[in-house]
């Protein structure tokens, strides 16, 4: 073990690429999208509207994302555009399968840093 100014400095585990905001919106958008989009294949005829569903879950995820990363978590526009526009692309995916299971995964570790980052500031003070 090292010194308890050294131990706070280091994290085993990385803060998540994205806020937890962001994650659970991803979640949230990809499950209300998902009922839509099993109902839209449910017909002939609304298999017509499944491109559309898809690029406005995907606009949705996109803004949702992109406006928590600049006005929670801080991003600059540049970082927040393009994190937005990467789980907007993982949201799109047709179905509750890619956007809930990497929004679980990123919550998770965010919530994982967060019991770190507690245990880390127990030990040191």
């Given at each position: 073990?090292?010194?308890?100014?050294?131990?706070?400095?280091?994290?085993?585990?990385?803060?998540?690429?994205?806020?937890?905001?962001?994650?659970?919106?991803?979640?949230?958008?990809?499950?209300?999208?998902?009922?839509?989009?099993?109902?839209?294949?449910?017909?002939?005829?609304?298999?017509?509207?499944?491109?559309?569903?898809?690029?406005?879950?995907?606009?949705?995820?996109?803004?949702?994302?992109?406006?928590?990363?600049?006005?929670?978590?801080?991003?600059?526009?540049?970082?927040?555009?393009?994190?937005?526009?990467?789980?907007?692309?993982?949201?799109?995916?047709?179905?509750?399968?890619?956007?809930?299971?990497?929004?679980?995964?990123?919550?998770?570790?965010?919530?994982?840093?967060?019991f770190e980052k507690k245990?880390?500031?127990?030990?040191?003070?």
């Amino acid at each position: 073990m090292g010194h308890p100014s050294t131990l706070n400095q280091q994290a085993i585990i990385p803060p998540p690429p994205v806020h937890p905001l962001s994650s659970l919106a991803t979640i949230a958008i990809d499950l209300i999208w998902g009922m839509v989009e099993i109902a839209a294949t449910l017909s002939i005829a609304a298999l017509l509207a499944l491109l559309p569903l898809i690029l406005t879950c995907g606009a949705v995820c996109f803004i949702a994302v992109t406006l928590v990363q600049h006005y929670v978590a801080h991003d600059n526009w540049r970082e927040s555009i393009a994190k937005g526009f990467v789980m907007g692309i993982i949201a799109a995916v047709p179905y509750s399968v890619a956007g809930t299971s990497v929004g679980v995964i990123l919550l998770g570790w965010a919530g994982i840093h967060g019991f770190e980052k507690k245990i880390r500031n127990l030990l040191t003070s």
